[in-house]
């Protein structure tokens, strides 16, 4: 079964199949993560928005419908300016072809895209025309019964050079979060 969204007939298929969405959502339900912001993940996103210096940093859970940004730090203004002089705001959630986070969650790999632009397959994402999205570094959350919860990321309105030290960064930041969920888990609270 997929959980993308009907495409065109000959279009490329931008957003990966998510086979692991519904195990994903049920194990999600049960930690209690990933329908409600979350004081705890916010602070994580800001502190690891003030480490990397980006504009917009995420904890992200992917169920089955879309994303949900448990954690989330933005810009104080949006940085973004359409041509009819509004500009876009990132709320707590995306339908599942917005973003980069999918292709993290499903591929189950960390993921350095220094110049979206550079990229053809995720240069017509979404994020880039609403948020000015230039650059991302995510790395999944994967606990420890091999399952991935969503994501840790940031990114920026313009390019960045991540580089190995940048994926090192963002991998440890998952690595650390997931001990911390899964303690909460232990002791039987929510994060």
């Known amino acids: 079964m997929s959980y993308d969204p009907p495409r065109p007939a000959g279009r490329l298929l931008l957003t990966p199949e998510d086979r692991e969405a519904p195990a994903r959502t049920e194990r999600l339900r049960r930690l209690g993560l990933g329908e409600r912001p979350e004081p705890a993940l916010d602070a994580f996103a800001y ?11 995420m ?6 419908e879309g994303q949900f940004f448990a954690g989330l730090h933005t810009p104080a203004v949006a940085p973004v300016v359409r041509g009819d002089g509004t500009g876009a705001l990132l709320g707590r959630s995306l339908p599942r072809d917005h973003g980069f986070c999918p292709h993290v969650v499903v591929r189950r790999k960390a993921l350095a895209l220094g110049d979206v632009s550079d990229y053809p397959r995720f240069a017509g994402n979404p994020v880039v025309d609403e948020f000015g999205v230039r650059s991302y570094l995510g790395a999944p959350l994967i606990d420890s019964t091999g399952m991935v919860l969503g994501t840790v990321s940031v ?8 580089g190995q030290e940048g994926l090192a960064a963002i991998k440890g930041q998952a690595a650390d979060l997931v001990v911390r969920i899964e303690r909460g888990e232990s002791d039987g609270l929510p994060f």
Not at 47 to 57: D, H, I, K, V
Not at 59 to 64: A, E, I, S
Not at 155 to 162: F, I, K
């Open 47 to 57: 502190g690891l928005a003030g480490f990397t210096g980006a504009a917009y940093a």
């Open 155 to 162: 990114s920026d309105t313009r390019p960045r050079a991540w």
């Open 59 to 64: 904890v992200n859970f992917l169920g089955q």
